[in-house]
């Protein structure tokens, strides 16, 4: 079994619309949590840490499931440029395991 | 442009052949990680560097593959006798350890690897 899992998508949203989607992880035991953009062809760069609370930045809300094992992101108001990869990643000690990938697309 | 730099940025080789890739990180940075990323995965750990020790090694590190970081600056990825599933991007990362779980690794721009 993979560490993390995702939905790979793709998700085909307009602009201006809400997009989620989520991600699990093995390790109970994991210590913290980011979500990661990646484009085509780029370095992944970090978007956001989730918290166990719960966080937004701008547009962007992470929400992390402990009990259950999940992370979600939720985009609102789509803009072209947030069309991306989002990886989502869990650190245990010094090691970053990231997922596959969603991919969103989103479209004029 | 993170300040973490790769060299080269693209690499078609045979295979059989042997290549070398460079990582500059970020010069405050004393943590310094290698990642291999095939197409549609996400970047998967190889190895990792504190200062000059390498202290984790993945089980993808076979033994045609070696890094160092000779003075806990720069670091080198070399494989020996390449495969074509040596095929890949390789990502370099680099932290300032210490800064708290959450701190973040910065990524390199990657080394395209292409094995014919």
């Known amino acids: 079994r993979k560490e993390v899992e995702q939905d790979p998508g793709p998700f085909n949203v307009p602009e201006g619309a809400t997009v989620a989607f989520n991600c699990t992880y093995s390790?109970?035991?994991?210590?913290?949590f980011f979500w990661y953009r990646q484009d085509c062809r780029k370095e992944p760069k970090l978007l956001m840490s989730v918290y166990s609370s719960g966080n937004e930045d701008g547009r962007f809300t992470a929400q992390l499931n402990r009990a259950s094992q999940y992370i979600s992101l939720l985009i609102r108001d789509s803009k072209l440029s947030d069309s991306a990869t989002y990886l989502c990643?869990?650190?245990?000690?010094?090691?970053?395991?990231f997922g596959a990938g969603t991919t969103v697309t989103v479209r004029a | 442009d993170t300040g973490v730099s790769q060299d080269p940025r693209h690499k078609i080789t045979k295979r059989g052949q042997n290549v070398t890739f460079r990582c500059d990180p970020i010069s405050e940075h004393n943590r310094l990680y290698w990642y291999r990323q095939t197409l549609g995965q996400g970047p998967e750990f190889l190895t990792y560097?504190?200062?000059?020790?390498?202290?984790?090694k993945s089980r993808l590190l076979s033994d045609r593959f070696s890094a160092e970081r000779p003075k806990g600056s720069f670091s080198t990825l070399e494989i020996q006798r390449t495969e074509q599933g040596d095929s890949a991007m390789y990502l370099c990362?680099?932290?300032?350890?210490?800064?708290?779980?959450?701190?973040?690794?910065?990524f390199g721009p990657g080394t395209r690897l292409t094995v014919t």
């Open positions: 990643v869990v650190k245990n000690d010094y090691k970053l395991s």
């Open positions: 390790n109970s035991a994991s210590q913290s």
């Open positions: 560097f504190q200062n000059e020790a390498q202290l984790e």
């Open positions: 990362a680099s932290i300032v350890a210490g800064g708290g779980t959450l701190d973040e690794q910065y």
